[in-house]
Antibody, heavy 123, light 107 residues
Framework: QVQLQESGPGLVKPSVTLSLTCSVS??????????WGWVRQPPGKGLEWIGSIFYTGSTYYNPSLESRVTFSVDTTKNQFSLRLGSVTAADTAVYFCARQSVREGGPPFFDLWGQGTLVTVSS | DIQMTQSPSTLSASVGDRVTITCRAS??????LAWYQQKPGKAPNVLIYKASNLESGVPSRFSGSGFGTEFTLTISSLQPDDFATYYCQQYNYYPWTFGQGTRVEIK
């Protein structure tokens, strides 16, 4: 069973760049039927899609965050990463990495999630 | 962006009840809708994809229906493990968007 695990700092200062990595185990990130995404959830609030990346490096970002976000993929390490710049307290959230599957020829949906990691933005 | 609106926001029910949650999209998304269950401190877990397809391993008491702009998630007989928050998500148009969630509480 494929597993996803987020890693990164739990506390970052305002205005810096937040970096998180998602490690994929028991399966290959080099899949033609999967995308790899990030979703965040502020404490006590709902879910927000940040963006997704294909193993080739093609990226799809939420326009609300596109000016501050960069995704990358490392197929040799079976990992993909998120960088979010100029963070503020509003970026405090649990950040989930997730796999998106293409089924029946349709667009991809989230079918497997990491456990999530809480990132707090505070000085 | 496609706005996804769930109703109700909170639902109080008893074990054994039939429960229905509605999700409305601000424009047609065909059948590209998924439902997720989330328990406190845990990641979401997919229940339904493509509006009505039951994800493997999900109990058959969960079902989904709808097309276009109106969708429903039904739990035929609520079990103790089902008390959680449920989210719908459209994946027809970027940016993919979620509903605000429906919390199912014990009555």
């Amino acid at each position: 069973q494929v597993q996803l695990q987020e890693s990164g700092p739990g506390l970052v200062k305002p205005s810096v760049t937040l970096s998180l990595t998602c490690s994929v185990s028991r399966g290959s990130i080099r899949s033609t039927t999967h995308y790899w995404g990030w979703v965040r959830q502020p404490p006590g609030k709902g879910l927000e899609w940040i963006g997704s990346i294909f193993y080739t490096g093609s990226t799809y970002y939420n326009p609300s965050l596109e000016s501050r976000v960069t995704f990358s993929v490392d197929t040799t390490k079976n990992q993909f990463s998120l960088r979010l710049g100029s963070v503020t307290a509003a970026d405090t959230a649990v950040y989930f990495c997730a796999r998106q599957s293409v089924r029946e020829g349709g667009p991809p949906f989230f079918d497997l999630w990491g456990q999530g990691t809480l990132v707090t933005v505070s000085s | 962006d496609i706005q996804m609106t769930q109703s109700p926001s909170t639902l109080s029910a008893s074990v054994g009840d039939r429960v229905t949650i509605t999700c409305r999209a601000s424009q047609s998304i065909s059948t590209w809708l998924a439902w997720y269950q989330q328990k406190p401190g845990k990641a979401p877990n997919v229940l339904i994809y493509k509006a009505s397809n039951l994800e493997s391993g999900v109990p058959s008491r969960f079902s989904g229906s709808g097309f276009g702009t109106e969708f429903t998630l039904t739990i035929s007989s609520l079990q103790p493990d089902d008390f959680a928050t449920y989210y719908c998500q459209q994946y027809n148009y970027y940016p993919w968007t979620f509903g605000q969630g429906t919390r199912v509480e014990i009555k």
